[in-house]
């Protein structure tokens, strides 16, 4: 529960984060192309917070197993963003300033999303008794069915 709580916290420091950043944004000139990839991006971390609440309420470790999983995710579109940025950035040079603006609160969403892999991975050490911070989502899966499993056959 308190590494919980300690998650819960940073997320709500990044999104206060996230906040003094758009409110800076929001007077300038932007490259809309980017900004959609943000709020998709925006929305599936929204999702994996609220998916890793659920399973943390419902203490459902294979909820919490496709928190993980949509992680990977979230990383491929933090890192499509960031390319994209740095693309911006070199053909033309005077929004850098704007831009970095812009990869910091991308950052902060990225990061959004890793607290919520924490707080599914809390999930399954409760449930499970297995720490599977260090296995890798695949294998973290495949543990959480083969146990899954077990407990259906029990009853």
């Known amino acids: 529960?308190?590494?919980t709580i300690t998650d819960l916290e940073r997320i709500g420091?990044?999104?206060?984060?996230?906040?003094?950043?758009?409110?800076?944004?929001?007077?300038h000139d932007r490259p809309v192309s980017a900004f959609r990839q943000i709020e998709v991006l925006g929305r599936h971390v929204r999702e994996m917070l609220r998916d890793a609440l659920?399973?943390?309420?419902?203490?459902?470790?294979?909820a919490a197993v496709r928190v993980s999983q949509a992680d990977t995710e979230v990383d491929r579109?933090?890192?499509?963003?960031?390319?994209?940025?740095i693309t911006y950035m070199m053909e033309?040079?005077?929004?850098?300033?704007?831009?970095?603006?812009?990869?910091?609160?991308?950052?902060?969403?990225?990061?959004i999303g890793d607290h919520s892999t924490n707080i599914?991975?809390?999930v399954i050490?409760?449930?499970?008794?297995k720490d599977v911070r260090h296995i890798g989502v695949e294998a973290m899966a495949q543990e959480i069915s083969r146990s899954a499993r077990r407990r259906r056959d029990r009853d």
């Open 54 to 62: 659920d399973a943390f309420a419902r203490l459902d470790s294979e």
């Open 1 to 3: 529960m308190v590494k």
């Open 120 to 122: 599914g991975e809390y």
């Open 13 to 27: 420091d990044e999104a206060e984060k996230i906040g003094r950043m758009a409110t800076h944004l929001a007077s």
């Open 92 to 111: 033309d040079p005077r929004p850098i300033r704007h831009m970095l603006d812009v990869l910091w609160a991308v950052k902060a969403l990225e990061r």
């Open 77 to 85: 579109e933090y890192e499509g963003i960031v390319r994209q940025c």
């Open 125 to 129: 050490y409760f449930v499970e008794g």
